[in-house]
């Protein structure tokens, strides 16, 4: 199984390791599909907005709700993480060399969201790369049956399993 999953330790860190990396990769050429998150800092000082941009080049969607400034649940708007599976999955179903999955996230946890695409990618045997923070770790490592492996949150490391898991299928060819 080609699933490994990264986690940076400041807020919004993994969002920025994966979008550069997801940059990387498109410029070598490599047929990336999933989605990277885009913070957007709110100038009346609220939370950030959150993006998804769904790779290849797909649509850039809103992700958060504005619940207002008291409000301090989660934000997720779950029609539009809706919207985003459902434009990576047909893309992964015209094939792809890497999953990115921006985040194991409370949805995921709960077995909604990405959930099914990356089991989905781990049976047509794409690897998967996915975001993780503590608190879904526990749910993320049973989804994964603790086969997951853990990658640095730095480029190199990340480029590196890249290249190991791509070079698998390059070989195949």
């Not at 990336?32 to 290849?56: F, H, K, W, Y």
Request: glycine share 8%.
């Amino acid at each position: 199984m080609k699933l490994a999953y990264t986690m940076a330790p400041g807020r919004g860190d993994t969002d920025l390791v994966l979008e550069r990396l997801a940059a990387n990769l498109a410029a070598r050429g490599l047929r990336c599909c999933g989605t990277v998150q885009i913070n957007s800092e709110r100038a009346d000082a609220g939370p950030c907005d959150m993006d998804v941009r769904v790779l290849p080049d797909g649509p850039v969607l809103r992700i958060s709700q504005d619940l207002g400034p008291q409000a301090r649940g989660c934000r997720l708007d779950p029609a539009a993480l809706e919207t985003a599976v459902g434009l990576v999955k047909v893309s992964l179903s015209s094939g792809a060399d890497l999953l990115i999955v921006n985040k194991f996230g409370k949805h995921e946890a709960e077995g909604r969201g990405f959930r099914d695409v990356i089991a989905e990618a781990v049976a047509m045997e794409i690897p998967v790369l996915v975001g993780l923070n503590a608190l879904n770790r526990p749910a993320f490592e049973n989804f994964a049956e603790r086969l997951a492996i853990q990658l640095q949150p730095e480029p190199a490391a990340l480029m590196a399993w890249v290249n190991e898991v791509t070079a698998s299928a390059d070989e195949l060819v």
